[in-house]
């Protein structure tokens, strides 16, 4: 997976932290558990605010 792959992130996260509230976490901690998935394999310089945000927006609408 890489940044752009936003919406598979977003599954693989519900699916990785199932218990975590998506607008509770923080953006270093989003990060973190981005580039900790096994299918992540994109440079974690190429990512920015604006894609953590779509990030976090597409795990908020993946549990609801």
């Known amino acids: 997976m890489k940044w752009t792959d936003v919406n598979d ?8 932290h199932p218990g ?11 990060m973190s558990w981005v580039t900790a998935l096994p299918d992540f394999n994109d440079d974690p310089k190429h990512c920015g605010e604006k894609v953590l945000e779509a990030i976090q927006q597409a795990w908020i609408d993946e549990v609801e």
């Open 20 to 30: 975590m509230d998506p607008n509770r976490i923080n953006f270093v901690d989003l």
């Open 9 to 16: 992130i977003a599954i693989e996260l519900a699916e990785t």
